[in-house]
């Protein structure tokens, strides 16, 4: 029970990047890179935000949940899976490929 709520794991292709877990969090340790793009079709163009770059720090998360609750599209979630102690702030700052779920990523 104590490992389901030892890493936040981010689904990148959900994430619309609104940035409410970023400002909601407490801390202030989700740090969060976007850009806008204008999609033609056969309607009138809409602007969409993109994702470049998503970052848990996690020498500064308290594993509160505030994120994984206030995110509207589910895009986070806890996951079973040990934040990995590093003995530099900068390796506890995860990107997107290393906050993916990481069910499929059991390294022992
Ligand atoms: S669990 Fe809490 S402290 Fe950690 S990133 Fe989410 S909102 Fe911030
Ligand atoms: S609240 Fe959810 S959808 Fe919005 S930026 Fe955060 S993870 Fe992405």
Redesign the pocket.
């Known amino acids: 029970m104590s490992d389901a709520h030892a890493f936040i794991a981010?689904d990148s292709a959900?994430?619309?990047?609104?940035?409410?877990?970023?400002r909601e969090c407490p801390d202030w340790c989700?740090h969060?890179e976007q850009h806008s793009e204008t999609l033609a079709g056969d309607g009138r163009p809409r602007t969409v935000k993109l994702?470049d770059s998503?970052v848990i720090d996690w020498s500064s998360c308290m594993f509160c949940g505030i994120?994984i609750e206030?995110?509207?599209?589910d895009?986070?979630s806890w996951a079973p899976k040990p934040v990995v102690a590093e003995s530099t702030r900068a390796g506890l700052a995860y990107g997107i490929s290393e906050l993916a779920d990481p069910k499929m990523d059991d390294e022992g």
Not at 70 to 73: A, F, G, I, K, L
Request: charged fraction near 0%.
């Open positions: 981010l959900a994430c619309t990047s609104c940035l409410v877990c970023a989700i969060i994702l998503f994120c206030v995110c509207p599209y895009a986070l």
